[in-house]
């Protein structure tokens, strides 16, 4: 059987985590650097590692998330969803190996009236994240032919910081937390978007050649970020006998908050045409994830 060198940027982030603990193919050797073999701050360090490992395919779920980070340091904002992602782009090209980079909902305004976006639609995002990952799209679009921009969004996970870990920290700590009722969007699990990318990085090694271009992976179905904290509350009820009060909220009543799109919801319809990827149910991979976050706590 032939074998297939996959480099993973972001290794240590929620999706990566999830993907090298996913059934990879048996096909796939699969290399995900540690930030002191590979410092994205460094733009040397990109190049030295896609020359040395020789990928046939690069995924790059690498990227600064946090929100409220990225606006207060846009120059590291932009040095790691920018400028490292066109780095990656570049050496990509030069050894014609496909890059598959994840992306956001962030990309967008959310202002379109609750219709959801299809991947080609046009983005304008609200803060620095956005901005900085749209960069980022930009870059492999214009830098690479073989390329898959994935879009995702409100990923969780039992492990790492994202909404799910934090509001599971809220519930055993305080006895009220605050829930945005004017923000929707598609939670998503990483273990889903972790089997997107086997999915289509099996497709592409094995040549399939209308694979490439943006495509949207999401959970179903689409909530508002209040719903979204309810039902973590009911799938950790049986855990836990605590119940703090889900004190709802708008975007507007919350002090010094960055902007964030209205109503990013997104249409799969592409990623299961081209790829047969269906679009996950969440609130399944929910109650999984909160299972594995109280075991891993003892």
């Not at 409220?68 to 990509?92: K, L, P």
């Amino acid at each position: 059987m032939s074998s297939y060198h996959i480099l993973l940027f972001g290794g240590n982030g929620q999706v990566g985590r999830a993907l090298q603990r996913r059934q990879i193919p048996a096909s796939w050797e699969l290399f995900a650097p540690t930030r002191a073999e590979c410092d994205l701050m460094e733009p040397g360090a990109i190049g030295r590692t896609i020359q040395k490992f020789a990928p046939d395919l690069v995924i790059n779920s690498a990227a600064m998330t946090d929100i409220d980070a990225c606006e207060n340091d846009r120059a590291r904002a932009t040095e790691v969803n920018f400028h490292a992602v066109a780095n990656m782009a570049g050496q990509c090209d030069t050894i014609n190996a496909p890059l598959i980079q994840i992306s956001t909902d962030y990309v967008f305004d959310g202002r379109d009236g609750g219709i959801p976006y299809l991947p080609d639609d046009a983005m304008n995002p609200l803060n620095v994240y956005g901005q900085t990952k749209m960069l980022g799209e930009e870059a492999v679009r214009h830098g690479l032919y073989w390329h898959v921009i994935m879009r995702t969004s409100l990923v969780f996970s039992s492990i790492g910081e994202n909404v799910l870990v934090k509001t599971l920290r809220q519930i055993d700590t305080q006895d009220e937390i605050q829930a945005v009722i004017d923000q929707k969007a598609n939670p998503t699990s990483a273990d889903a978007v972790g089997d997107a990318l086997i999915a289509m990085g099996d497709a592409i090694l094995k040549g399939k050649g209308n694979g490439f271009g943006t495509f949207h992976v999401c959970g179903e179905p689409a909530v508002t970020r209040f719903e979204f904290l309810q039902a973590i509350m009911e799938a950790y009820a049986p855990f836990t006998e605590r119940r703090p009060k889900l004190m709802p909220v708008s975007s507007a009543e919350i002090s010094n908050r960055v902007p964030r799109p209205p109503c990013s919801m997104l249409n799969n319809d592409k990623a299961r045409d081209v790829y047969g990827i269906k679009p996950s149910q969440w609130r399944e991979d929910l109650a999984r994830a909160v299972s594995e976050y109280v075991e891993a706590r003892g």
